[in-house]
């Protein structure tokens, strides 16, 4: 359950299904975010489908942000980035892709753009 601000400013209790607390969880109190709801009608099963996003100011790549951070690990910071993306881009595809390997390959590809910037 979270307590939200809408479009209004008015305060309301929002209870996030899985895919969304999955993709919020990690925001702190005041970040921006919008959530859209989706619903498409596959066969006679209505599947719904939310996009989360987040408001960023200034910014490059996940990977110059997360550098640029308060002196925590890179690649801790660089992987859980990863994650969330994973998660955004297998909700967005109706769980077509495993979110644990499409991780792995935004972290592989970003560790590598960003790599000579680490130090």
């Known amino acids: 359950m979270y307590t939200l601000k809408d479009r209004n400013g008015e305060e309301v209790l929002y209870f996030a299904p899985e895919e969304v607390n999955e993709q919020i969880k990690s925001l702190k109190k005041g970040d921006r975010f919008e959530i859209t709801k989706y619903a498409e009608q596959k066969g006679t099963k209505i ?25 925590g690990d890179y690649f801790y910071d660089l992987m859980l980035a990863s994650c969330r993306d994973a998660v955004k881009i297998q909700n967005e595809l109706g769980g077509l892709m495993d ?19 680490l130090q």
């Open 47 to 71: 599947v719904t489908r939310y996009d989360i996003k987040v408001e960023r100011k200034n910014l490059e790549s996940p990977a110059n942000e997360l550098n640029k951070s308060n002196g």
């Open 99 to 117: 979110a644990k390997s499409l991780a792995v390959t935004l972290f592989i590809a970003r560790s590598k753009i960003n790599g000579n910037s």
